[in-house]
C-alpha cells in the first residue's frame, strides 16, 4: 500500500519487531482509505479482514498484517475482494480499509510484510525507509 516503509523495529508489538514470525519490513500507510494488495503472485492460502497469506507456487508465502491488534475491530472497516484459495497476481487487491479509522479506533495501522518460514539472510533489497506506493517491491527472496 502507499505509505512509508519502516524497519520491522518500529512496529509497535514484539511478535513483529523481534521477527518473532519471521523476517521482513512495515509500512506505515498514508491517510485515507487504502487497498493493500497482493505482495507476490500466489495463492490466497489465509485469509482474515485484518491479515492474509500469500503463498507464491515455489514455496515463498507472505503475511501482510494490517495494523497492529486489528483482530478487536471484528472485520469492520475491512472489504475483502478475494476469497481463500483465489489465485492473484502481485499487485492485485485483496483488502480495502482506511488506516485513519484503524488509529481513530485507538490502533496502530503500521502494516509488517513479513515473509514466513524463512530466515532474514534470504531477504534482500530490504525497503526500511521512504515513501512506496501500492505494489512497489518492499524485498527480495533469495532463490
Known sequence: MTGLAAA???????????????????VKPAAGPAD?????????????????????????????????????????????????????????????????AVEAAGYSAVCPVIALDLTAEALHDLREDGEVAAGDPLFTVEG
Not at 495463492?43 to 494490517?66: E, I, K, M, N
Request: cysteine-free.
Open 8 to 26: 520491522l523495529a518500529d512496529v509497535p508489538d514484539p511478535v513483529f519487531s523481534q521477527a518473532m514470525v519471521g523476517p521482513g519490513v512495515a
Open 36 to 100: 493493500a494488495v497482493a505482495p507476490i503472485a500466489g495463492t490466497v492460502a489465509t485469509l482474515h479482514p485484518h491479515a492474509f497469506v500469500v503463498a507464491a507456487p515455489g514455496g515463498t508465502a507472505v503475511l501482510v498484517h494490517l495494523g497492529i491488534d486489528t483482530v478487536q475491530l471484528k472485520g469492520e472497516g475491512f472489504t475483502l475482494h478475494v476469497a481463500k484459495g483465489d489465485a492473484v497476481e502481485a499487485g492485485a487487491p485483496v483488502v480495502s480499509w482506511d488506516p485513519s
